[in-house]
């Protein structure tokens, strides 16, 4: 997915500093670009908020240093990464597929090992008398400077030997982020070293972030109450913001998420916003007023996802049982073809509910773990409740088979075109309140999840 943010003007390549110089030389960037009294005002540096990214893995770090990527180290890999990773796949003579994985990480420490002080580049970051115009194409920095320019902080933890934190400091401009004569511009701090590394600096990261301004955390990982760098830069944050999309352990990870919700940590995660369509259509399904006493009747709930990560289901089962106050009491993994999962509720009116959770061995998609179908029936056959949704791009056909469907409510979700992380980072970083129906989801998703081990 390509975005529609506008180039990056390069005021200051990433340039190797000493941990305590870093506001110092930032400093120096803005009054050598006409901050300082009577200079010409040509760039300033943003006041809008910090964003603090945990990137647990090395690319972006990689790819510069053998000259294919020459964007922002930032540590998220949008298309101006995808594009760099493809040049250095067919230049190595990997398959070019765009994407990281551990073949082209293996690979491109490689030829770092076998070329090493020939890569050693001038770090003096000096700066030409012309802005650098960078036309590699909108990166997933882009998306978030092109709306609202702001100081972005990378921790990028590193394999190998300890050797203490390296520091770069770097300055771009989106080109429509100016008055008439001055560019508003995004500054990169990235600190890069070994996990016990960066955990000695933990205690300095919050003070990087600018005073007196809202402060974001993204934690491209787990996350884990117990790791210090978490506690530290957690504890000073208006919101952590975490994509369960790529948990690995997804169950046990969605319960980590729910107790630091209770320890009052201010959680959003964009997982949670790609199911607003579902929850749009399904809500829509029962506004007719001929339609909306039905749906008390409900007991029988399908919910299909792309097999590989059921927290999409989990989260989505968590809102429309919170809706309906329905309380989980007993928890089945049946497993076979589909990993089917089995739970039961009791309503309100101490009426029997049964869900079904099945994982669809399909194609992955973009995302994994998307939303396929879901299908809402009761067992009174007067109750007008039946419903069916449906994926767009993988269809009805499992929902819509066993016979009477043709008496159902069927519609089609149109997916979510700004689904990709870049998108919804850059909306969620417009607001720091607490989503108050994210937090009642989550707390019945945990009582499921609770269920499993009894």
């Known amino acids: 997915m390509t975005t529609s943010s506008a180039p990056l003007v390069s005021l200051q390549a990433p340039k190797d500093v000493s941990v305590a110089d870093i506001e110092t030389e930032?400093?120096?960037?803005?009054?050598?670009?006409?901050?300082?009294?009577?200079?010409?005002?040509?760039?300033?540096?943003?006041?809008?908020?910090?964003?603090?990214?945990?990137?647990?893995?090395?690319?972006?770090?990689?790819?510069?240093?053998?000259?294919?990527?020459?964007?922002?180290?930032?540590?998220?890999?949008?298309?101006?990464?995808?594009?760099?990773?493809?040049?250095?796949?067919k230049a190595l003579g990997l398959e070019v597929t765009g994407k990281s994985n551990s073949e082209t990480l293996a690979k491109l420490k490689e030829e770092i090992a076998k070329k090493g002080d020939g890569l050693k580049a001038d770090g003096n970051g000096a700066k030409s008398t012309q802005y650098a115009l960078d036309t590699s194409g909108a990166?997933?920095?882009?998306?978030?400077?092109?709306?609202?320019?702001?100081?972005?902080?990378?921790?990028?933890?590193?394999?190998?030997?300890?050797?203490?934190?390296?520091?770069?400091?770097?300055?771009?401009?989106?080109?429509?982020?100016?008055?008439?004569?001055t560019?508003?511009?995004?500054?990169?701090?990235?600190?890069?070293?070994?996990?016990?590394?960066?955990?000695?600096?933990?205690?300095?990261?919050?003070?990087?972030?600018?005073?007196?301004?809202?402060?974001?955390?993204?934690?491209?990982?787990?996350?884990?109450?117990?790791?210090?760098?978490?506690?530290?830069?957690?504890?000073?944050?208006?919101?952590?913001?975490?994509?369960s999309s790529h948990f690995n352990s997804t169950e046990e990870d969605l319960l980590v998420v729910q107790d630091l919700i209770e320890s009052g940590l201010n959680i959003a995660d964009l997982n949670w916003r790609r199911l607003f369509n579902w929850q749009e259509l399904t809500a829509e399904a029962f506004?007719?007023?001929e339609r909306r006493p039905h749906v008390k009747e409900i007991d029988q709930v399908t919910i299909d996802y792309e097999k590989g990560n059921p927290a999409q289901a989990l989260m989505f089962l968590g809102w429309f049982a919170s809706r309906l106050q329905w309380h989980p009491v007993a928890y089945e993994h049946q497993g076979g073809e589909y990993d089917i999962k089995k739970i039961k509720f009791v309503g309100a009116d101490q009426r029997q509910i049964e869900v079904e959770l099945a994982a669809i061995p399909i194609a992955a998609g973009e995302i994994p773990g998307d939303l396929i179908g879901l299908r809402l029936m009761s067992t009174n056959p007067q109750a007008d409740c039946c419903t069916i949704l449906c994926s767009q791009i993988a269809g009805c056909m499992r929902m819509e088979s066993g016979g009477g469907a043709?008496?159902?409510?069927?519609?089609?979700?149109?997916?979510?075109?700004?689904?990709?992380?870049?998108?919804?980072?850059?909306?969620?970083?417009q607001r720091w309140s607490r989503d108050v129906l994210y937090e009642e989801s989550m707390t019945v998703t945990a009582q499921i999840l609770k269920l499993v081990n009894r």
């Open 26 to 89: 930032l400093s120096q960037i803005w009054q050598s670009y006409g901050d300082g009294e009577g200079a010409f005002a040509a760039a300033t540096r943003a006041a809008t908020f910090s964003l603090v990214i945990y990137e647990p893995e090395e690319t972006q770090q990689l790819l510069a240093v053998l000259g294919y990527y020459m964007g922002p180290i930032d540590g998220i890999e949008g298309p101006r990464t995808q594009a760099a990773l493809e040049v250095a796949q």
């Open 139 to 181: 990166g997933f920095a882009d998306a978030i400077a092109s709306v609202n320019p702001c100081r972005i902080i990378a921790l990028c933890p590193t394999v190998g030997e300890d050797a203490g934190v390296n520091a770069q400091v770097s300055a771009y401009c989106p080109v429509q982020k100016r008055t008439s004569t």
């Open 183 to 243: 560019l508003i511009c995004c500054e990169y701090i990235t600190l890069r070293g070994t996990q016990a590394a960066l955990d000695r600096i933990s205690g300095m990261i919050p003070e990087l972030a600018i005073a007196d301004l809202p402060k974001f955390v993204w934690w491209k990982a787990t996350p884990d109450p117990n790791h210090d760098l978490f506690k530290r830069i957690a504890e000073s944050s208006n919101s952590i913001i975490l994509d």
């Open 287 to 289: 506004d007719p007023p």
């Open 406 to 429: 043709q008496n159902c409510r069927i519609e089609q979700v149109t997916p979510m075109f700004d689904q990709q992380a870049e998108k919804l980072l850059s909306q969620q970083l």
